[in-house]
């Protein structure tokens, strides 16, 4: 369900404020990674599986 806007009287502005991050680095940087680990280990996957499958179709396709 979607939230309803604050109305404009229970809003402050404080002025030559910092807002505050709603992320934190560390661990966006550490999924990130995971991320990239995760998606070369599937390329080197296909990779293999392509290559099996190459020499397999080289090798048993072959005439006698």
């Known amino acids: 369900a ?4 604050t109305t404009a009287a229970n809003t402050r502005i404080a002025p030559e404020s910092l807002e505050a991050s709603n992320i934190q680095v560390p661990i966006e940087m550490i999924n990130m990674l ?3 680990r995760a998606y070369a280990a599937n390329q080197t ?6 290559d099996t499958a ?7 396709g072959m005439p006698l």
């Open 54 to 60: 190459s020499r397999l179709i080289n090798e048993v």
């Open 34 to 36: 995971l991320a990239v």
């Open 45 to 50: 996957a296909i990779t293999t599986i392509s």
């Open 2 to 5: 979607m939230r309803r806007s």
